[in-house]
């Protein structure tokens, strides 16, 4: 006997078996009344539904199997592809099936039909065990800390945070998951592989996940629907265009044998671009996340050409080089990327760390002088000068006050572009950050025209680009601003406010404040919360002190910034190593500085990574 299941009444028992069959007894007397034969497998699970009226039962054969207990009959066969079935799970309502498989996977079913919902599927191994096959009439779905939950609707969780790294499939490769997850992910498309965000724009959509579902509120399904439009508009693109098969541009790498380990610090690649019907727009070579030659790529534009082949020579970075090579049309539309990974073991050496900090106190307009922004900047210097043993060489540049004008900030770009591709570049920024009336972002430049900072602000392209095209791939924006986050200019509106309150200060234009509109989600933070950010730009890490809507604080009580202050005392007290393993990267410091900044402003300022880079997470120190 390999399993023994009572009716919901007591009344029967009915046990499985290596023989593969099924017997249902008498409890009290122990009377073998029937025998069901049909699986081929050792029986490994058994259940009742329909109040005790009908059986469930799972095997190794990769069948489920209905039967009717009165009769014998057999009712349904559910085939899982020979998958060894574990155990089985039915919803109270009995609405739905879960199947625990024996790759770790779990299946859910309509029980009426028998059609195949989505499956639960673990990454890295991660095993389900069968009480997280639990199904409950209600539930919804939340995404964090790098996992999924399922939750009761009362908030009991089914699925628990920090035991699962896993996503949620339909059959047809819709799926749901925290973005920390799909690092592990690839698509097989006939025999190429391809990286998750080749595919992600149009198979990440939690919002027909959790509809099929059948248990999420019309108001959830329909945040989730507008979280995923605004992304894919983020990208150039509408649902039409994703949804429907549309004409691609194509690349193909013609060097043969490329290695997957090298001790030479360059390599050459022979590559064939081409379109049957619109003309080449740019080829993109990217390693690491990191535009090789900026985020305009390879102009083809000016050739007007329909083909090419080129050759290409690149320098590789130490350690892992994660290459993706693609080419746009005229119209904008990318190739699938080419994708290899190559190792280069070169010879170690320490990289230089190139620093430029500005900050602005005292502006030329002296009703919106702050007090800590120039030391913000001058305290980041000083923790980086203080680790110079981590380097080979540090490059300091300091803008502060008069001298962080729009024209010197620009010309920090022949500075950055200095560095080689395995150095450290950090760009600071701490001072005014304001929005204009359109909702875009200008940096406080010292002489800003505070009723209109197009005129002489810095825009946040321009402050972005300072990083676009160089050559190090290691590279990371802080800014300490009010509004420094991305806007959802659909979603927020300018409003009057008072922005200095209990002798904390904000880093805003004064009387100006954003507000979320009325009646509406705000689908923006969803959109950060679910997806990972598939436009490349300039490969660097960004954090922001401040989403857009919210203020930026300094105060005396932290002679700093807040932000600021989270990231000196992150660093200088160890607390940013979150994995005690005695250095501290990027991805540590950004987590331990938005939950930080959080505590300490009681929520009222969240940092967010403006823009990320999920295959350069580097050392600080």
Not at 206 to 219: M, Q
Request: glycine residues 6%; aromatic residues 10%; contains cysteine.
């Amino acid at each position: 006997i390999t399993f023994l299941a009572f009716s919901p009444d007591e009344t029967l028992i009915v046990s499985g078996s290596k023989d593969k069959s099924l017997r249902i007894w008498i409890s009290v007397t122990g009377k073998e009344v029937k025998v069901l034969q049909g699986h081929k497998g050792i029986i490994t699970n058994i259940i009742f539904s329909d109040k005790g009226k009908n059986l469930i039962s799972g095997s190794w054969d990769g069948e489920v199997k209905i039967w009717e207990i009165e009769t014998g009959k057999l009712i349904k066969t559910l085939n899982l592809n020979n998958e060894s079935i574990l155990c089985l799970a039915l919803s109270p309502n009995e609405k739905h099936l879960a199947v625990k498989l024996y790759n770790s996977e779990i299946k859910l079913f309509d029980f009426g039909n028998g059609d195949e919902i989505a499956s639960l599927i673990g990454i890295n191994n991660y095993d389900f065990n069968p009480a997280d096959a639990s199904v409950s009439e209600n539930y919804s779905f939340s995404s964090q800390n790098k996992s999924f939950n399922l939750f009761y609707e009362s908030g009991q969780k089914i699925i628990k945070t920090q035991e699962v790294k896993g996503l949620i499939v339909t059959p047809d490769n819709y799926y749901l998951s925290d973005k920390g997850n799909l690092d592990e992910v690839a698509f097989k498309v006939k025999d190429q592989v391809f990286p998750f965000e080749q595919f992600d724009l149009k198979l990440n959509r939690p919002d027909l996940v959790i509809k099929r579902l059948g248990y999420a509120s019309d108001n959830l399904i329909s945040a989730y629907n507008r979280a995923f439009e605004k992304r894919i508009a983020k990208m150039g693109f509408t649902e039409k265009n994703i949804t429907t098969e549309f004409h691609l541009p194509e690349i193909k790498i013609l060097t043969k044998e490329l290695p997957a380990f090298t001790n030479s610090q360059f390599m050459d690649l022979k590559i064939k671009a081409w379109d049957s019907f619109y003309k080449l727009d740019r080829i993109n070579l990217y390693i690491n996340n990191v535009p090789l030659f900026g985020s305009k790529g390879i102009n083809l534009k000016v050739d007007k050409i329909k083909a090419v082949t080129k050759n290409i020579k690149f320098e590789l970075s130490n350690g892992k080089n994660l290459i993706q090579i693609s080419v746009l049309n005229e119209k904008g539309v990318e190739s699938l990327k080419e994708t290899f990974e190559v190792f280069y073991s070169g010879k170690e050496v320490q990289p230089d760390l190139y620093i430029a900090a500005i900050g602005v106190s005292d502006y030329l307009n002296k009703d919106y002088n702050l007090t800590y922004a120039q030391k913000d900047a001058e305290d980041i210097i000083g923790l980086f000068e203080t680790k110079k043993e981590n380097y080979s060489k540090t490059h300091i540049i300091k803008l502060v006050n008069q001298e962080a004008t729009k024209e010197n900030i620009l010309k920090l770009k022949s500075f950055l572009s200095s560095s080689k591709v395995d150095d450290k570049v950090i760009l600071f920024f701490a001072g005014h950050g304001l929005l204009e009336h359109n909702l875009d972002y200008y940096f406080g430049t010292y002489d800003i025209d505070f009723e209109n900072p197009g005129n002489k602000g810095l825009a946040y392209s321009e402050l972005e680009n300072l990083m676009d095209g160089i050559a190090s791939r290691k590279k990371l924006i802080l800014i300490d601003t009010c509004h420094s986050g991305e806007t959802d200019k659909e979603e927020i509106e300018i409003a009057k406010d008072d922005t200095i309150k209990n002798n904390v200060v904000t880093r805003a234009f004064r009387g100006i404040k954003v507000i979320k509109k009325i009646n509406l989600e705000n689908s923006f933070n969803l959109v950060e919360g679910l997806f990972n950010d598939l436009r490349k730009s300039s490969g660097a890490v960004v954090i922001s002190s401040a989403s857009g809507m919210e203020f930026a604080y300094e105060a005396e009580q932290w002679k700093n910034g807040v932000f600021t202050y989270s990231v000196l005392n992150g660093m200088n007290s160890g607390n940013a190593d979150l994995n005690k393993d005695g250095k501290i990267s990027v991805s540590e410091l950004k987590d331990f500085v938005i939950n930080n900044v959080s505590n300490l402003t009681n929520n009222k300022q969240t940092p967010t990574s403006r823009k990320e880079n999920n295959e350069t997470d580097f050392l600080l120190f």
